[in-house]
């Protein structure tokens, strides 16, 4: 774990002095490249959680009223905690690439049932798809996490990042395209066209397969030559696993960032529901198309931004940190004005309509700053991480928080008041609880020691640290 008492060498120093001279770039094949499997991750991610993202960004999953879905979403990310949490258990058994691809085969329900509950009415499958996610989506977001931290090479880890989460994006914004198209001229409230879901099933199946693209660990090759690893050891035992995630879970770096990530998650069910009950069926689907082009810019302009090597770790940190933290606190100020306002009022906002651009602009602001948020929390985590294994437990209890968070917040949201205006009441509150704590952690990065994923790979190639039984015998199925 990340020492707090340790001494306070300049950033200046701490990030050259420590650094290699530069290697020589070596020569890969294309399909084993790291930006391939970022491509390959990126396509998962749109393919399970970024289809899931579309249907939400519909306002109430593009149903009329949003109270049964954001019920269906809480037992979703309460299932999610569960299997965050068994994660590593899952990696130790399976591998990593395995675990991607049996979490994304559970998505696919979840589309069905709000086909079935917004054509038949069958309100009950709705609930059966969220328990299944639940289960499924757990163990893939560890995974994704795990991956996205451990393949690429250093200097890319921004950028992988950025790039990886763009998909996640990309779904909301196809997710909006598809929606505009097919409703563009109902003004009204009301649910969406069942051809929608239709193509979100199609696409959602296709999830597990695109996941035999990704390469094993072991396969992956990085232009600075270094091997990667990202496993749990075979010869682990499974309540000794537990422990290791658990001591992380209770150590004070981690209890520390715990309301950071809260803050930054928590709101998703707020907007989400603000755009379901505030606006009309095309005017949704208009913000979740444009919302997701300028988050996607975004992502990928903070992910150059911590990659840039002419700053340190410590400026690249603090700055990212107060940039999103001010603007989040923008952003609830808005919105508990709007909120108030509108429960009010009751309006149903059409793009033709008075009034709309100042409360569709929110709405934009705020899917901006969740990408940002989402972002940064696993950088956060990246450099906390010490060893290999302790990334993958890291991303396990980073994603179960954000389950564990989400449930609430969706919990909360499909309670009439809380959805109107007091989610939003509450994410203020978070937000301001996570500045002291979250800027205690940060405000340390490169000041005892250099990039955390820099000391990993020197101590894995230093001390010749070879493959996990598990990753070395796992199928080389692609």
């Avoid at 302790?390 to 919990?411: C, D, K, M, P």
């Amino acid at each position: 774990m990340t020492d707090f008492g340790k001494g306070t060498a300049s950033p200046v120093t701490s990030e050259h002095d420590y650094s290699e001279p530069p290697q020589k770039r070596k020569s890969v094949k294309w399909y084993r490249s790291t930006w391939f499997n970022a491509l390959i991750l990126g396509i998962c991610n749109f393919l399970a959680p970024g289809i899931w993202g579309a249907m939400n960004s519909l306002g109430g999953g593009g149903q009329q009223s949003p109270w049964l879905v954001n019920t269906a979403n809480a037992l979703t990310f309460c299932l999610m905690v569960l299997t965050c949490m068994l994660s590593g258990v899952f990696v130790k058994y399976l591998g990593i690439k395995w675990t991607l691809i049996l979490g994304a085969a559970g998505y696919c329900p979840y589309a069905a049932g709000l086909y079935c509950n917004n054509r038949f009415g069958t309100g009950w499958f709705v609930l059966l798809g969220a328990a299944l996610c639940g289960l499924g989506a757990g163990i893939f977001w560890m995974a994704e996490a795990a991956i996205a931290l451990a393949y690429p090479e250093p200097e890319n880890q921004g950028r992988f990042l950025g790039f990886w989460l763009s998909f996640r994006v990309l779904g909301q914004i196809l997710g909006g395209a598809i929606n505009l198209g097919l409703n563009s001229t109902r003004n009204t409230a009301g649910s969406v066209s069942y051809t929608v879901f239709q193509i979100f099933i199609a696409l959602q199946a296709a999830g597990p397969f695109a996941g035999l693209l990704l390469s094993h660990p072991s396969q992956v090759q990085r232009t600075d030559g270094v091997p990667v690893s990202c496993s749990i050891p075979k010869s682990q035992r499974i309540l000794r696993e537990l422990a290791s995630t658990g001591k992380i879970f209770i150590s004070k770096p981690f209890l520390m960032i715990i309301p950071l990530i809260a803050q930054g998650v928590f709101a998703e069910a707020a907007f989400f529901t603000y755009a379901g009950l505030w606006f009309s069926v095309r005017a949704r689907a208009l913000g979740s198309f444009l919302a997701g082009v300028v988050a996607l810019a975004s992502g990928n302009v903070l992910g150059a931004f911590l990659d840039n090597k002419k700053l340190n770790l410590n400026t690249r940190s603090r700055w990212a940190f107060g940039v999103i933290m001010a603007s989040q606190g923008a952003w609830w100020i808005w919105g508990a004005v709007n909120v108030t306002e509108f429960r009010r009022s009751q309006p149903v906002f059409d793009w033709a309509d008075d009034g709309f651009g100042k409360a569709f602009a929110w709405f934009i602001f705020m899917v901006i700053g969740f990408q940002l948020n989402y972002m940064f929390a696993y950088f956060v985590v990246g450099n906390l991480a010490e060893t290999d294994e302790e990334v993958i437990r890291y991303a396990g209890l980073l994603r179960g928080t954000e389950s564990a968070v989400q449930a609430v917040s969706y919990g909360l949201s499909s309670i009439q008041v809380m959805g109107q205006v007091g989610c939003i009441y509450i994410n203020f509150g978070l937000w301001a609880l996570a500045i002291v704590p979250g800027w205690l952690v940060v405000r340390k990065f490169g000041l005892d020691s250099e990039d955390k994923k820099l000391d990993r790979e020197k101590r894995r190639v230093v001390g010749g640290e070879g493959l996990s039984d598990i990753e070395a015998s796992e199928p080389d199925i692609v």
